[in-house]
C-alpha cells in the first residue's frame, strides 16, 4: 500500500468554508499526487456534518459556520470524482474544550468531567478532557464516530493524539478512583505516573479502541481504522497512547504516529527510533509517519520535506500524512511543486 494523505482542518484553512473551495482542493491534491486526504470532522465540539446525535444530547447539530451544508458530503463527493479516499478524521477526541472550563458538552453533562489528583477539572495545555476512562464518554464518541461510518461513503475513521487519549494527570473522579481500588484493594497512587497506574488506565483506552474497531468492521469491514498517536513512549508516559499494543492486537490498520520535528536530522532521529522498535519491524507496511508542514509562524522547508519522504521509502516506509494542506499552498504552491516533480510524481491519485 502507497500512502500519500494531507489533514484538511478547519483552523487556520478556508478548504471547507465553501463547496468550490472544497472542489479547487480536491483538483490541486490529485494533480499533486495524493490519494487520501483527512478531513476533520470533529472540532471544539462541534460536527462538521448534520449530527443527529449531537442535536439529540447537545442540541447543536452542526457548527453554525456550516449551518445549511454537509462539508463531509462536499469533501466526499469533490474527492470521488478525483480519486481520491477518504477517512474522516475526529480532531477533538476525548477533549471537551478549550479554555472554556469544559465548554457546552460539560455543561449539559457535568458527570462526564475528567478530574486530576485535587479533584479539578483535568486541563493539559488550555485543553478541558472529558473522563475518556467512563463508559458513558465511551459510548458518546463511539455513537458519534458510528454516525460517520453508517452514513457516509468513507473509506475509514481517524483518531489522533485525543482519541483515544487521556492525559495521565487523570483519573481521579470517584468512579475510577474506585474501579482501581476495587482491583487492587487500595486507591490509585499519588505520582500519575506510577507504572501500574499508568498501564491499568492505558489498558482501559486500548480496550475502548478494541470495541470501535470491531463495531466498525461489523457494519463495514473494508474500513480503514486509522490513528495518529504522539510517539512513543511519550505518548503513553503523557497521554496514556500504547500503540504498540494497538499494532501487535491487530486493532489499528494504518498508523500515523506525529513526527513532528523541526529539521530533517530531528525527523530521521524519530524514525530510526520508530523502525528499530520491535512491534513496528513486521508491520512497517502500516506505518506512515506524520509530517509537520505548517503550525503558526513555522514553515517546513522544501529539502527537508524531500529529504524526510526520500529517507522514508529508503527504509521500506511507503507513503507519510501531511499536516495540514495550507502548507501546500505557501510561497506559490512551493511544496506542492516540488512534490510534483520528485517524489509524488508519476502516481495518479486514480
Known amino acids: 500500500m502507497t500512502l500519500h494523505g494531507i489533514w484538511l482542518t478547519n483552523v487556520d484553512s478556508k478548504v471547507l468554508y465553501s463547496r468550490d473551495n472544497i472542489a479547487e482542493a480536491m483538483d490541486f491534491l490529485a494533480e499533486t499526487g495524493f490519494n487520501v486526504v483527512f478531513p476533520v470532522v470533529w472540532n471544539k465540539a462541534f460536527t462538521l456534518y448534520p449530527s443527529q446525535l449531537m442535536q439529540t444530547i447537545f442540541g447543536r447539530e452542526i457548527d453554525p459556520l456550516y449551518k445549511g451544508r454537509d462539508p463531509l458530503a462536499e469533501v466526499i463527493m469533490e474527492a470521488r470524482r478525483v480519486g481520491i479516499k477518504i477517512i474522516p478524521w475526529f480532531e477533538y477526541g476525548f477533549v471537551s474544550s478549550y479554555k472554556q472550563n469544559g465548554g457546552l458538552l460539560l455543561a449539559k453533562k457535568p458527570e462526564w468531567a475528567a478530574r486530576d489528583c485535587r479533584g479539578n477539572l483535568l486541563v493539559k495545555n488550555g485543553f478541558e478532557w472529558m473522563n475518556a476512562l467512563d463508559e458513558q464518554v465511551q459510548n458518546f464518541l463511539m455513537d458519534l464516530v458510528l454516525e460517520v461510518v453508517k452514513n457516509y461513503d468513507i473509506d475509514g475513521i481517524q483518531g489522533d493524539d485525543r482519541m483515544p487519549a487521556f492525559p495521565s494527570e487523570g483519573g481521579y473522579d470517584v468512579k475510577t478512583v474506585e474501579r482501581y481500588r476495587q482491583q487492587f484493594s487500595c486507591h490509585p497512587p499519588q505520582n500519575h505516573k506510577h507504572h501500574r497506574w499508568l498501564q491499568w488506565r492505558a489498558d482501559i483506552l486500548t480496550n475502548f479502541l478494541t470495541r470501535l474497531h470491531r463495531e466498525v468492521k461489523a457494519i463495514k469491514p473494508e474500513l480503514l481504522v486509522s490513528m495518529a498517536p504522539s510517539f512513543y513512549k511519550w505518548s503513553l508516559n503523557e497521554y496514556l497512547q500504547d500503540y504498540p499494543t494497538w499494532i501487535n492486537q491487530g486493532i489499528v490498520d494504518i498508523i500515523h504516529p506525529q513526527l513532528y520535528r523541526r529539521d530533517f536530522a530531528s525527523y530521521k532521529s524519530l524514525v530510526q527510533q520508530l523502525v528499530k522498535q520491535q512491534f513496528i519491524c513486521s508491520h512497517l507496511s502500516k506505518v506512515f509517519p ?60 486514480r
Open 290 to 349: 506524520g509530517i509537520l508542514i505548517k503550525v503558526g509562524s513555522y514553515r517546513i522547508s522544501v529539502d527537508y520535506l524531500l529529504e524526510a519522504i526520500a529517507y522514508n521509502r529508503s527504509i521500506g516506509i511507503n507513503g507519510e500524512v501531511l499536516f495540514f494542506y495550507e502548507g501546500l499552498r505557501e510561497n506559490n504552491d512551493a511544496l506542492a511543486k516540488a512534490l510534483r516533480t520528485i517524489p509524488y510524481s508519476g502516481f495518479p491519485a
